[in-house]
Nanobody, 118 residues
Framework: QLQASGGGLVQAGGSLRLSCTAS????????MRWFRQAPGTQRELVAA???????THADSVKGRFTISRDNARNTVYLQMNNLRPEDTGVYYC??????????????WGQGTQVTVSS
């Protein structure tokens, strides 16, 4: 129900854009979020956008990453600029009622790998 794409291998300082497409009913009724998980770490919230377009970004990515949503395409994007090696991880798309808390009813995409080389 959530299909993520756009990951890959990039050098430090480079850019990637992640995309996540959801079914219409899921997309229109939920906040959309990107999480990431590096090996040996817990999954962390990277950015979120409400149904009305309010956004929030983790301090570690502020000024470098931008989340946006295209309601006509049922797609959420994560534009990642000036990537750093510490941004490496699996990035997961999520749809849920809350921008900040994970709930059992949330929907998850399959994850897309982002690797930043130094």
């Amino acid at each position: 129900q959530l299909q993520a794409s756009g990951g890959g291998l990039v050098q430090a300082g480079g850019s990637l854009r992640l995309s996540c497409t959801a079914s219409g009913s899921i997309f229109s009724g939920n906040a959309m979020r990107w999480f990431r998980q590096a090996p040996g770490t817990q999954r962390e919230l990277v950015a979120a956008i409400s149904t009305g377009g309010t956004t929030t970004h983790a301090d570690s990515v502020k000024g470098r990453f931008t989340i946006s949503r295209d309601n006509a395409r049922n797609t959420v994007y994560l534009q990642m600029n000036n990537l750093r090696p510490e941004d490496t991880g699996v990035y997961y798309c999520n749809a849920g009622l809350s921008m900040f808390t994970v709930q059992r009813r949330d929907y998850w995409g399959q994850g897309t790998q982002v690797t930043v080389s130094s």
